[in-house]
């Protein structure tokens, strides 16, 4: 009986171990080939929702180049069809920290209350390249005419990542 547990023991460390211990590393490595096979399709996963998210946030480095010109096109052109008056157009702000600048810009519009809540809700869902962060409603009394008029301050953001080559 000894013999028999002696003669399995020296078995089991002369070949049955090394067989074993092959077999795992060749499911490892099998493991390891199958993960670098399916890579490019995760790359491009990541890849589609990394724009999802830039997207969401309002970071399009493409065209922010061209943000300004963009959104006072849309904005002059909405207004021009709804009885809106484009009052103010101020400068661009720029805020950057090492990895990302963030481009601020202010609009001031004069109208209704329902043609200004139109233009917010085109802006958010029709103007893709920046992201509308901030409206503020105030009344501004016209004293020559008496006549309170609705003004309204939105507020646009448009993040681009700084690039460092």
Not at 12 to 21: E, I
Not at 25 to 41: G, T
Not at 65 to 79: D, P, R
Not at 115 to 136: A, D, T, W
């Amino acid at each position: 009986m000894i013999g028999v547990v002696l003669m399995l023991y020296i078995s089991y460390q002369l070949s049955f171990k090394k067989a074993y211990n092959s077999y795992s590393e060749y499911c490892d490595l099998k493991n390891q080939f199958d993960s670098i096979q399916s890579a490019p399709a995760e790359i491009k996963n990541v890849e589609k929702q990394l724009a999802d998210i830039e997207l969401a946030v309002g970071m399009s480095p493409d065209t922010s180049s061209n943000f300004q010109k963009l959104l006072l096109e849309k904005v002059s052109k909405y207004c021009q069809n709804n009885n809106l008056v484009l009052k103010e157009f101020p400068k661009t702000i720029f805020c950057s920290n090492s990895d990302f600048e963030i481009e601020t810009n202010q609009i001031v519009v004069e109208g209704t209350f329902l043609n200004i809540l139109n233009l917010l809700y085109e802006l958010e869902k029709g103007f893709r390249m920046g992201k509308l962060v901030s409206v503020r409603f105030n009344t501004l009394k016209d004293y020559k005419t008496g006549i309170n008029n609705l003004l309204a301050n939105l507020y646009f953001q448009n993040f681009k990542k700084k690039s460092h080559e």
